[in-house]
């Protein structure tokens, strides 16, 4: 992104500064104006934990500015409100460079992708020299950079990884899955360095992998055309992670969650939809209450039980009660085990595919599945209520052909997702329309 990036991060900075402060025992009334902050206080190796806490905070920033649009585009959330720029992504129609929406996102993104690669060149550049004091830094900002990578990836048809002076000319449609390597590069640079004193970096890191490894496998069944015929994802090096990551955590429920607070930022998908009442959870999901503004009930039932589906509800009653700070799900072993569940039906192995499921739907006190109904049709219903508002929903939209209900006949081509916007085209001389 070339446009937002004249100026240097200051949340960063600020971070940086504050906690140079407390480890110096400066008093804190003595200090300069706090919005004088230089460039140079980032080179500060004390600044590491702060360097790779603004990495997170622009991931927690882009992430809700990306779901809110991409849901839209699904079954997941419908268009409520005032703003055409949202009815023009509920109708199915995502290309549309000028909308308001996915502009911001591209916007909000690219920050993210810039600070998460500028904090690992500097922790590098720490540990190069022998003052990174803990390696947990510069793990945290592979993760952040690699889940910054993949989201793009999943997300876009095509994206400018500008500096924050010089503008770059486009990636390119054809080469947007390179962004999946370059998420597994980071992510192997990560295990590297962990180890005893590490926490569960390891597991987190080796989930995300397979997310990665997945999501390209996933790429290439939409690229350059949607293969409906042959929809299923078969990847067993992603299989072989997952496997690995849940051998580190066992079967507990697990996920990793990035944390909204008060203290951090709102969460734009959970304010567009439990504040400014822009848009509401889907039909296809939930109820409306009478003023079709708010979730009543939830109606998607699971195929097998003929139950409310027990997953969305605890995931619609979560995001729900969080108000604006509802946190953003990265991974967890239900995905896991839906990858690992994919890979085995996709290699005709129905034995292993039926274990995975019956392991996600014992969380959840659901009957077995023992071939009641048609597996690639459970899979396609246990993504949707395990990995809802996610960002993996219109993949499969396209991929098992399953249209939204909301998806007018102007809708997009299957396959398309969303373009470089207004604002990178206005100011990158390398893009046009």
Not at 197 to 223: I, Y
Not at 412 to 427: L, Q, S
Request: glycine residues 6%.
């Amino acid at each position: 992104m070339f446009y937002p990036f004249k100026k240097l991060n200051n949340r960063l900075l600020a971070s940086a500064l504050l906690l140079g402060l407390l480890f110096t025992g400066c008093d804190i009334l003595q200090v300069n104006n706090p919005n004088s902050l230089v460039e140079e206080d980032l080179a500060n190796p004390v600044a590491a934990s702060s360097i790779a806490n603004g990495a997170e905070a622009t991931l927690v920033e882009g992430l809700g500015q990306i779901l809110a649009p991409y849901s839209t585009a699904t079954d997941e959330l419908t268009w409520i409100g005032t703003r055409d720029g949202w009815q023009q992504l509920d109708q199915g129609r995502v290309s549309e460079p000028v909308n308001e929406f996915t502009d911001a996102s591209f916007l909000a993104l690219s920050e993210a992708r810039w600070t998460a690669d500028e904090a690992i060149r500097r922790l590098e550049e720490f540990r190069s020299n022998g003052t990174l004091q803990d390696k947990t830094s510069l793990i945290r900002s592979y993760f952040y950079g690699a889940v910054v990578y993949i989201t793009i990836a999943d997300s876009y048809d095509n994206f400018v990884f500008s500096d924050r002076e010089e503008a770059a000319p486009a990636k390119g449609e054809e080469n947007m899955d390179q962004l999946y390597d370059t998420a597994v590069g980071y992510l192997n640079s990560g295990l590297e360095l962990t180890g005893s004193n590490t926490g569960n970096w390891e597991a987190r890191l080796l989930a995300v992998r397979a997310r990665a490894k997945f999501s390209q496998s996933l790429w290439n069944k939409l690229n350059p055309d949607t293969d409906t015929g042959n929809p299923l994802v078969e990847n067993s090096e992603a299989s072989q992670d997952a496997s690995a990551a849940l051998a580190l955590l066992g079967q507990n429920d697990w996920r990793y969650q990035l944390e909204v607070t008060p203290e951090t930022a709102e969460n734009d998908l959970a304010y567009q939809v439990n504040d400014r009442l822009e848009l509401r959870i889907g039909n296809a999901y939930a109820v409306p209450t009478e003023d079709g503004t708010r979730v009543d009930s939830v109606s998607l039932r699971d195929p097998i039980d003929d139950i409310a589906a027990p997953a969305l509800v605890s995931a619609v009653n979560e995001f729900v009660s969080a108000n604006l700070y509802a946190n953003y799900t990265l991974i967890s072993e239900r995905e896991l085990r839906l990858i690992i569940a994919e890979d085995a039906l996709a290699g005709n192995d129905t034995n292993t595919f039926e274990d995975q499921i019956n392991e996600i739907r014992s969380l959840d006190q659901l009957s077995e599945y023992t071939g009641q109904i048609p597996p690639v049709e459970l899979l396609e219903h246990s993504r949707r209520v395990n990995l809802f508002l996610q960002g993996r929903r219109l993949a499969d939209h396209y991929r098992f052909g399953s249209d939204s209900p909301e998806w007018g006949a102007n809708r997009d081509e299957p396959g398309t997702f969303f373009p470089i916007t207004i604002t990178e085209i206005r100011a990158n001389p390398n893009i046009s329309f």
